[in-house]
């Protein structure tokens, strides 16, 4: 797959970031192709910010592949 837009490297790559559930202060593992996660102790749920072309690339399709596209265009 090549690169067209850059937009979706971080979907193709996914990363690990550790967030911190605002209301139990509980640490949370977020991969970047997570679109929401729910905190494991108080069930939060919270909202990952996705970096990617999707919304706005044409070619958004085969920049992420179509399995994630369609994970992520749905909502
Ligand atoms: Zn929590
Ligand atoms: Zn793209």
């Known amino acids: 797959m ?9 979907l193709r790559t996914p ?3 550790i ?3 605002p ?4 640490e949370i593992e977020v991969f970047s192709t997570d ?11 919270i909202y990952n ?3 990617s072309c999707i919304q706005w690339c044409k070619y958004a399709r ?6 994630l596209y369609k994970k ?3 909502t």
Do not use: H, P, Q, Y
């Open 23 to 26: 209301e139990c202060g509980r």
């Open 72 to 74: 992520l265009k749905k």
């Open 62 to 67: 085969e920049c992420v592949g179509d399995e």
């Open 35 to 45: 679109m929401e996660i729910k905190c494991g102790k108080c069930g939060f749920v």
């Open 15 to 17: 990363t690990l970031k």
């Open 2 to 10: 090549r690169d067209k837009c850059g937009g979706a490297a971080n």
């Open 19 to 21: 967030k911190r559930c």
């Open 49 to 51: 910010e996705i970096e």
